[in-house]
């Protein structure tokens, strides 16, 4: 497996890129209190963050090819029991869905993104394109398909701030074609860095993950989405996979409730092929493991008040690949990562909460 490596380069704004009409779904929660992670002393006081507020836009562009969801928020004081109805505070429906927040996330930090994704031909889906396209967004690949509803979850939102999501696949899970169309695998060829998630078809994560590994163009690959194996053939073609500790768990089939469990889960995963595990554990923080070194830890930057976690391991995933981009060492990745998803959940919904490069970089600033 090849491993990352990427010139130091700079962002790009917003208002300099061209938007053209295109042509026709998270969190992470955590059970167990801090005190289970120990983290090693990580000296953040002398790591030097080196993140341009205004970056210039000679840069590779961050593509995300994944999901795009309706959120349908009910705000409740608590989950019901079998058998029983209960009502809701309030009921909304927002923009989200794991690639579409990872695209939305890095369009807000200053990078030119492009979403590869699927809307149906109604409400939930324009109300989709048009949160896409008001975030920055470039849409040259989002497909139209007349023949399914758009993707949509129902969010059960706790008065605590922890969510239980429900998912309806529709666009993201039907009508693909078998063999992507050649402009869309040029467009991940041409990419900085590729996102990818589990809310669509493995067949279509394959086919992106090999062509980004044949133009050199390292993949990223959220773990997030349906619970099924993960194809031995799509693993080959990762260079980073990012669960969080549950996913983790899950898919390893071992424990992940100390520091020393995650590391052996995280080995498991060096076993499969996947050189670079990014673990995102909550309220816990986050760690990095790259096969032969030691682990990098970051703790989190806790948020003063939790509204809402929907979103934040996708802001988390994409603010780290954005500042991968950059150049910036794996522990200002890190950091700048928890930055992010630590302004996330200060905001109710996905794509809503997503936090600006400016607000990232003031609140490290201040940490």
Same mark, same amino acid.
């Given at each position: 497996?090849?491993?990352?490596?990427?010139?130091?380069?700079?962002?790009?704004? *917003?208002? %300099?890129?061209?938007?053209?009409? %295109?042509?026709?779904?998270?969190?992470?929660?955590?059970?167990?209190?801090?005190?289970?992670?120990?983290?090693?002393?990580? @000296?953040? %006081?002398?790591?030097?963050?080196?993140?341009?507020?205004?970056?210039?836009?000679?840069?590779?562009?961050?593509?995300?090819? /994944?999901?795009?969801?309706?959120?349908?928020?009910?705000? +409740?004081?608590?989950?019901?029991?079998? #058998?029983?109805?209960?009502?809701?505070?309030?009921?909304?429906?927002?923009?989200?869905?794991? #690639?579409? =927040?990872?695209?939305?996330?890095?369009?807000?930090?200053?990078?030119?993104?492009?979403?590869? #994704?699927?809307?149906?031909?109604?409400?939930? /889906?324009?109300?989709?394109? =048009?949160?896409?396209?008001?975030?920055?967004?470039?849409?040259?690949? $989002?497909?139209?398909?007349?023949?399914?509803?758009?993707?949509?979850?129902?969010v059960m939102l706790q008065s605590s701030g922890q969510n239980s +999501?429900?998912?309806?696949?529709?666009? =993201?899970?039907?009508?693909?074609?078998?063999?992507?169309?050649?402009?869309?695998?040029?467009?991940?060829?041409?990419?900085?860095?590729?996102?990818? %998630?589990?809310?669509?078809?493995?067949?279509?994560?394959?086919?992106?993950?090999?062509?980004?590994?044949?133009? /050199?163009? *390292?993949?990223?690959?959220?773990? #997030?989405?349906? &619970?099924?194996? +993960?194809?031995?053939e799509l693993l080959d073609f990762v260079d980073i996979f990012s669960? @969080?500790?549950?996913e983790l768990a899950r898919l390893t089939g071992l424990p992940t409730?100390?520091?020393?469990?995650?590391?052996?889960?995280?080995?498991?995963?060096?076993?499969?092929?996947?050189?670079?595990?990014?673990?995102?554990?909550?309220?816990? /923080?986050?760690?990095?493991?790259?096969?032969?070194?030691?682990?990098?830890?970051?703790?989190?930057?806790?948020?003063?008040?939790?509204?809402?976690?929907?979103?934040?391991? &996708?802001?988390?995933?994409?603010?780290?690949?954005?500042?991968?981009?950059?150049?910036?060492?794996?522990?200002?990745?890190?950091?700048?990562?928890?930055?992010?998803?630590? $302004?996330?959940?200060?905001?109710?919904?996905? +794509?809503?909460?997503?936090?600006?490069?400016?607000?990232?970089?003031?609140?490290?600033?201040?940490?």
């Amino acid at each position: 497996m090849q491993s990352l490596t990427m010139n130091q380069t700079a962002l790009s704004q *917003p208002s %300099q890129w061209h938007q053209t009409n %295109q042509p026709n779904t998270n969190s992470f929660t955590t059970k167990n209190p801090i005190q289970f992670l120990r983290f090693r002393n990580t @000296n953040h %006081q002398n790591l030097q963050l080196r993140f341009a507020v205004n970056p210039s836009s000679q840069v590779p562009p961050v593509v995300v090819v /994944g999901s795009a969801n309706a959120d349908i928020y009910v705000e +409740i004081d608590r989950l019901p029991k079998e #058998g029983e109805t209960i009502s809701a505070k309030s009921g909304q429906t927002l923009a989200g869905g794991k #690639g579409a =927040n990872q695209a939305s996330c890095g369009a807000k930090l200053s990078h030119p993104t492009y979403f590869v #994704g699927q809307v149906g031909n109604d409400a939930h /889906g324009n109300l989709l394109a =048009n949160a896409l396209r008001d975030g920055g967004v470039r849409l040259d690949y $989002l497909t139209v398909v007349p023949s399914a509803p758009t993707g949509h979850a129902v969010v059960m939102l706790q008065s605590s701030g922890q969510n239980s +999501i429900v998912i309806v696949g529709g666009t =993201n899970m039907s009508c693909w074609p078998q063999t992507l169309p050649p402009q869309h695998l040029e467009v991940v060829s041409s990419a900085g860095i590729v996102l990818l %998630q589990r809310e669509i078809p493995d067949f279509v994560n394959v086919q992106v993950a090999k062509a980004a590994r044949n133009a /050199g163009v *390292p993949v990223i690959f959220d773990a #997030g989405g349906f &619970d099924a194996p +993960i194809p031995q053939e799509l693993l080959d073609f990762v260079d980073i996979f990012s669960p @969080n500790e549950s996913e983790l768990a899950r898919l390893t089939g071992l424990p992940t409730e100390s520091f020393e469990d995650i590391t052996q889960a995280a080995v498991k995963c060096h076993k499969l092929g996947v050189k670079q595990v990014l673990v995102k554990l909550g309220s816990k /923080g986050s760690a990095l493991f790259i096969e032969g070194e030691e682990p990098i830890q970051q703790p989190a930057i806790f948020a003063k008040t939790v509204i809402d976690t929907t979103g934040a391991g &996708d802001t988390f995933t994409a603010a780290f690949a954005v500042a991968l981009v950059e150049g910036k060492s794996k522990k200002e990745c890190l950091r700048f990562a928890a930055a992010a998803a630590s $302004l996330c959940v200060q905001v109710k919904g996905a +794509i809503p909460s997503m936090p600006d490069r400016k607000s990232v970089l003031e609140l490290l600033n201040h940490h």
